[in-house]
């Protein structure tokens, strides 16, 4: 099964990343996953289900550690290898 997951991470500074944005970012940019877009004001990232939440995983605790107040995010099924991994 393939995961896609939308988030983004507040309070928002329009001037500057804040640290918790900071460290979502490196989250999910290091995560093995096929896909990752991120940008101000949102950020997707897509791939195995396993893969895509151990990131989800580690994006809440790493973000909220760094002073996020609220995460918003949105995981939807993207596809299904067929396979039944990461169920």
């Known amino acids: 099964m393939r ?3 939308e988030f983004t ?3 928002f500074d329009l001037d500057e990343a804040p640290p918790h944005a900071l460290v979502a970012r490196e989250v999910i940019e290091a995560a093995d996953l096929d896909s990752v877009d991120v940008g101000p004001f ?3 990232a897509e ?3 396993d893969e ?3 990131a989800v995983d580690a994006l809440l605790r790493k973000s909220l550690g760094a002073g996020a107040t ?3 995010l949105q995981v939807n099924v993207v596809g299904d290898g067929g396979t039944g991994e990461g169920a």
């Open 9 to 11: 991470t507040e309070p």
């Open 42 to 44: 949102g950020n997707t």
């Open 3 to 5: 995961l896609k997951v």
């Open 52 to 54: 895509v939440l151990a």
């Open 47 to 49: 791939g195995r289900a």
């Open 70 to 72: 609220r995460i918003s």
